[in-house]
């Protein structure tokens, strides 16, 4: 069973209502409210929560969940046709929000300005959302109403293409490592939290991401970062599909257990190797994001394009893997060239 309904997350200043649909699959249904639509669904199944575009230029994770409808309820789904599970199958209740931030999906931008939320230009920082509050607070609101009933949340993201395909959890959480393992990037990056997270954390407010607050409230969530913002590519959306359906194998929804997984395992965050000074950057011709890299491995150069001397050569400063590489030539003194996430595989 499909079910599918307009949900208004919050009013712009004009009157007008700031929109998205929200859509459930499976055994539970959406169904109208006193307060606009909720979720009815069997208290003993599963439920998993799906959204995407918090940040609007990370528009893959809309097409990966259009894909997944496709499979799930698609004219060949429909015909009985498809190759794969359906609707149908799905012993619980899959609940995805293809648009999570209309007002950031419009701009094409990561934030808003600060005419539509002076408090919080960053959606993905003010969960779990405030009724009373700023835009985002409300529109972060209304979809934790369905959020907080997951048993397992996926929180779709991209990153630019000099970023590698990666899964962030929470590092010391066995559930969320499981549900990022069961989603199946090759990379999966730790990040710390509360007492063991440094005061960077606490500073950039990284409480307020949904995949923390959820986690918090003891629902496992992971935020896969798939390549290419503002783009749809192919190979990422496939990637994301291929994740969900491992999700809903690991949660219960559908028969049989998620692909075993064999990566790697980072800390998030960590290294950067930064521009010493201005100039131009040439990152090293054969390094790639995803490549293994060891301290003092050479991975670029800057130079003054006037004279061109060359300002640094710029070495890894730790063993790790290169998970983003800058592509963007031109560097201000202390910008990152090089982000080298430390391998943590033991824990
Ligand atoms: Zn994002």
Same mark, same amino acid.
């Given at each position: 069973?499909?079910?599918?309904?307009?949900?208004?997350?919050?009013?712009?200043?004009?009157?007008?209502?700031?929109?998205?649909?929200?859509?459930?699959?499976?055994?539970?249904?959406?169904?109208?409210?006193?307060?606009?639509?909720?979720?009815?669904?069997?208290?003993?199944?599963?439920?998993?929560?799906?959204?995407?575009?918090?940040?609007?230029?990370?528009?893959?994770?809309?097409?990966?969940?259009?894909?997944?409808?496709?499979?799930?309820?698609?004219?060949? +789904? =429909? #015909?009985? %046709?498809? !190759?794969?599970? &359906?609707?149908? $199958?799905?012993? /619980?209740?899959?609940?995805?929000?293809? @648009? *999570?931030?209309?007002?950031?999906?419009?701009?094409?931008?990561?934030?808003?300005?600060?005419?539509?939320?002076?408090?919080?230009?960053?959606?993905?920082?003010?969960?779990?959302?405030?009724?009373?509050?700023?835009?985002?607070?409300?529109?972060?609101?209304?979809?934790?109403?369905?959020?907080?009933?997951?048993?397992?949340?996926?929180?779709?993201?991209?990153?630019?293409?000099?970023?590698?395909?990666?899964?962030?959890?929470?590092?010391?959480?066995?559930?969320?490592?499981?549900?990022?393992?069961?989603?199946?990037?090759?990379?999966?990056? +730790? =990040? #710390?939290? %509360?007492? !063991?997270?440094? &005061?960077?954390? $606490?500073?950039? /407010?990284?409480?307020?991401?949904?995949? @923390? *607050?959820?986690?918090?409230?003891?629902?496992?969530?992971?935020?896969?970062?798939?390549?290419?913002?503002?783009?749809?590519?192919?190979?990422?959306?496939?990637?994301?599909?291929?994740?969900?359906?491992?999700?809903?194998?690991?949660?219960?929804?559908?028969?049989?257990?998620?692909?075993?997984?064999?990566?790697?395992?980072?800390?998030?965050?960590?290294?950067?190797?930064?521009?010493?000074?201005?100039?131009?950057?040439?990152?090293?011709?054969?390094?790639?994001?995803?490549?293994?890299?060891?301290?003092?491995?050479?991975?670029?150069?800057?130079?003054?394009?006037?004279?061109?001397?060359?300002?640094?050569?710029?070495?890894?400063?730790?063993?790790?893997?290169?998970?983003? @590489? *800058?592509?963007?030539?031109?560097?201000?003194?202390?910008?990152?060239?090089?982000?080298?996430?430390?391998?943590?595989?033991?824990?």
């Amino acid at each position: 069973m499909h079910t599918s309904r307009s949900l208004t997350l919050a009013r712009l200043p004009s009157g007008v209502p700031i929109r998205t649909t929200v859509h459930a699959y499976g055994e539970g249904e959406l169904v109208d409210g006193d307060d606009g639509p909720e979720l009815d669904a069997p208290g003993d199944a599963p439920v998993v929560y799906a959204q995407a575009a918090q940040h609007g230029r990370e528009v893959n994770g809309a097409a990966v969940l259009r894909r997944l409808h496709d499979r799930l309820v698609g004219d060949a +789904a =429909e #015909a009985g %046709g498809g !190759d794969g599970p &359906t609707a149908a $199958d799905l012993a /619980g209740t899959l609940v995805t929000v293809p @648009v *999570a931030d209309p007002l950031t999906f419009d701009r094409v931008s990561y934030t808003t300005p600060e005419s539509l939320d002076s408090r919080q230009p960053n959606m993905n920082r003010c969960w779990p959302g405030d009724a009373e509050g700023s835009l985002h607070e409300r529109m972060a609101a209304r979809l934790w109403a369905f959020a907080s009933e997951a048993d397992a949340i996926v929180d779709l993201h991209t990153g630019s293409p000099s970023m590698a395909t990666h899964t962030v959890y929470m590092r010391g959480d066995e559930a969320c490592r499981g549900l990022a393992e069961a989603f199946g990037t090759d990379l999966l990056l +730790a =990040e #710390a939290a %509360g007492d !063991d997270a440094d &005061t960077e954390w $606490d500073e950039r /407010g990284f409480a307020g991401k949904l995949r @923390v *607050a959820a986690t918090r409230e003891d629902i496992p969530t992971i935020t896969p970062e798939l390549a290419h913002s503002k783009e749809v590519v192919s190979a990422a959306v496939e990637t994301g599909v291929r994740g969900m359906f491992g999700v809903l194998r690991r949660e219960g929804l559908l028969d049989g257990d998620p692909d075993p997984w064999d990566g790697v395992v980072a800390r998030n965050h960590l290294g950067r190797v930064i521009a010493e000074d201005s100039g131009l950057f040439v990152p090293e011709p054969d390094l790639a994001v995803g490549d293994r890299v060891t301290e003092g491995d050479r991975v670029g150069e800057v130079f003054d394009p006037t004279t061109f001397e060359t300002l640094q050569v710029a070495c890894a400063d730790r063993d790790g893997i290169a998970y983003s @590489v *800058a592509r963007e030539a031109t560097v201000t003194a202390g910008a990152t060239l090089v982000g080298v996430a430390e391998r943590i595989d033991g824990e």
